[in-house]
């Protein structure tokens, strides 16, 4: 049972991405050589400068701040060690629609340079155009420099400290030690960290959509949506699965090299090189501005849009998209979580290498790009609903349209197949620490696989289910690109709603939907905090890695 | 009491019986110990080692005349088994005064058979029950 | 008959075989104890008796019911059996009560809980009855991890290193006070261990396992200690004195005299093993069948100590041996130190050409 059980819920997974590959290869209408000879090239480049860019960015970020908030003593740094987080919570839409009201020609910012300078039209200065490739970069780079920022951190703080007093005894200054030995050691977890950002990169839709950025998220809903065309889209989809599987592979590669780093050496408190005066400002300073140009500012400005543009009737409205995405990530992180337990335990019981791979298969969806799985789960879901129909009609001679497309079971299903990896990572990682004598002592007392499930290990990972759950609901809460395709027509939710008032430049009226999903987005950071919090340095920091890394495999 | 059940059967008869006749003599010295007639251990005791001999020569026939590829291991088998009847029957002159060498005795005649040679001989269990059909359906065949 | 019996039990992770045609016997009311290094199999075999690993080869009985065979897999829950962990595994979020009765729940409420009760005053934890795991010293686990194991009336009780995460101090009472409560309840019981003072304490039988698998010798605590079938066997012990030479007539030239050599042929090389304990020592004057030796150190270890030399005549002139005396031993004068042999304690192996 647990075996079928687990390969269905594997192969639910598997077949939008599935689908999607095998219609690229089939195509209705082969518009493949017209891709290429127009759009493709330009689809390839704009998204390997995105990924380059935030890449690049990220790691400057992440890398130096948890550099310094894990070895060095300035200003604030208790602070800024949960701190550097709090950007997490900001999708990239949202920070991208906050920045271009206050950036561009008409925003406040430029409005003022041309008051105080008396300029009167864009020819007289110049000023970043923020709706571009470099702007997308510079959002991106602000809200995913975290995920740089939490595993370089955790491998630093796992580096025994004796490794890098070694060198530094050894007459290396703590430049040369950085870069000669801190760094090469923490270099498996930062790549870890650098692939979950580049993942978060090429799933991005919002800020790409509202920027017309070209990458493949858009270039796929420009070719489904605009030019009708379901197999090109399928098509450039699975070019981005190309790029999306060199992303897993190299990231594997590094989690090999990181068990082999894995020394378990005696850890001792971080020495904590006094910062004094002026540099411990500079660091400060530099810790300082992306919390408070990702999180911060955003945060404050749309705070201000909001109470500006209140609106009782509106407010109204905005409360039910609110109820609808609630209702949405709830039941879609009540299901991811039962079907987790299931997964985990099966696997856990039956110990089969079969099961094993079939949940890491489960899990693959969290790679997949919402673009991606999208276009997939519509093309299942209408296949199916046209088989359905077809014989529907044949033998009864009634036509049931379509049953499950456009509809919240398919958003749902959407939802699932993308964020089963939180939910899973999570319960493996809580069920792995329960030791299997437990398992045996339930069972050798007389007490069947369900009956131990429910009596020793639910009672266990208690807290983690409800992690897992507040996980599945706050990315749910977030998504943007697969509820926009699969929603059902007229059906809003908090992101589709801010998404549209955006892009019609009406960003004071979504204010307020904004910043409830900020305010989720910020439940996840609060719950990694407290788990920093408790983690002494060099203790139970490698945890959180592993959760992290765990959730996000 | 001892009991030769289904799982310590090799199910060949002559050895079946063999094992059968030497729990019986177990039980009948746990019964004279459980009596208070500890004293007759002395004689019983020299019965089961004598008969546990009897019973290897006739399964080492039985195994070179089957040419049982490990006959000579388990004949060393037997042989290690030399000091363990010295033991026991050391422990049966002493069953009449000492209860601990009376529970003793009885411990381990009853692992002797059960573990080392019972066990031990479990282990040519289907040589031995393909050899003896097969040389059954022979006789049949040829009477 | 009543208890354990496991036939011809193979098993193999991948390409390694960990167990190597095991057959073993433990009748109701006695204690078998599978002794050996850590790392040999002796755990999946105990796992393999609960179910918890899958047989490969092999058959399990227990109380005349096969449980495990190639064609029979019973779960753990339908065994009837006892484990106890080397971690104790009890349940962090069960009161010790609720650990204990975890397995009565085919009874009703009251008769479980009298059990319950029973079983934690069988192991001297009632007043515990209330607190939490974290709570209990390693004893006091252990004594819980005991009761719940016995609690629902196993055919069949396992233990696995039981001892194993007590320090020394404890170790020796709650040995006793398990060896007590398990032959009250008279169950079978097979246990593993790497420890052989440990298993020669609580077994009525020991079985020894070497790295292969296989067992290298049977029998109760006495034969393995005094008769160790094997080189292997006889160094569990504790480090022995080795000496090595050419069989004639029967036995070994030594500066110690001759020592017997068993059935190894005249020319046949041969390593005999002496123990420490069996290594005597006397002072004063020319003492028969005594060989003068150097002191070279001594260190008391409480009970007994240990005592180096060196020989000083014969054909073991200049080597080094080491003796385990009782008591302490006074370096102060006292004339010549001499030292005999037990011959129960020397050990002989004739070397395979």
Redesign the interface.
Known sequence: MWAAGTLAFTALAAVPVLAVIYLAFTPGENIWPHLVSTVLGGYVTTTLILMLGVGAGTLIIGVGTAWLVTMCRFPGRRLFEWGMLLPMAMPAYIIAYVYTDILEFAGPLQGALREIFGWSSKRDYWFPEIRSLGGAIAMMTLVLYPYVYLLSRAAFLEQSVGVFEASRSLGRGPWRSFFTVALPLARPAIIIGLYLVLMETLNDFGTVDFFAVNTFSLGIFDVWMNMNNVSGAAQLATVLLVFVAFLVIGERYARRKQRFHHTSTKMQALPGFQLPGARGILATAGCLTPILFGFVLPTVILMNYAWRHFDPELTQEILGHALNSIRLSVLAGAIAVVIAIFMAYGARIRGSRLLMVANRIAAMGYAIPGAVLAVGVLVVLGGLDNSIDGFARENFGLSTGLIFSGTIAAVTFGYLVRFLALSLGTVEASLGKV?P?????????????FATMR??HL??IRGSVLTAVLLVFVDCMKELPMTVILRPFNFQTLATFVHQYASDEQLGEAALAALSIVGVGVLPVILLSLTIAKSRPGHGAGQIAAQIAEREA | MVEITRSFEIEVEAIDADHRQLVEIINEITQAIDDGRAGECADLVPNFVEFSQQHFAREEALLTKHAYPLAEKHRQHHVGLTDKMKNIQALSERAADSQPAADALRKELVFILMDDVINEDLAFKSFLMKAEARDTSGDDAGS | MQGLHMVGVRHAYGKTQVLNDISLTVPAGELVCLLGPSGCGKTTLL?IA???ERLQTGSVTIDEVIVAAPNVQL?????????M???Y?????LTVFENVA??L??QDRQTARARALEVLEQVGMTQHAEKHPHLLSGGQQQRVALA??LA?K?RLV?LDEPFAGLDTTMRARVRQQTLSVLKQTSVATLMVTHDPREAMYMADRIKVMGENGQILQSGRPQDIYYNPAEEYVARLFGPMNMIEGVAQDGSLASSFGPLAVGDAGNGQAVRVLIRSEGLILSHGGEQPGGTPVDVLSAHLLGDSSLVGFRVREGINSGAEFQARIPGAFDLTGRGQTWAHVDPAQVFPYPQKQ
């Open positions: 030791t004598s437990m398992d045996g002592a339930s069972r050798s007392l007389g007490r069947g696989a009596l020793v009672p266990l | 796992r609960a179910g918890m779960p753990p829950e339908e065994r009837q059996i006892g484990f962990f080397q971690d595994a009890l349940f962090p979020h975890f397995g729940f085919r719940r194991a629902p196993p396992l």
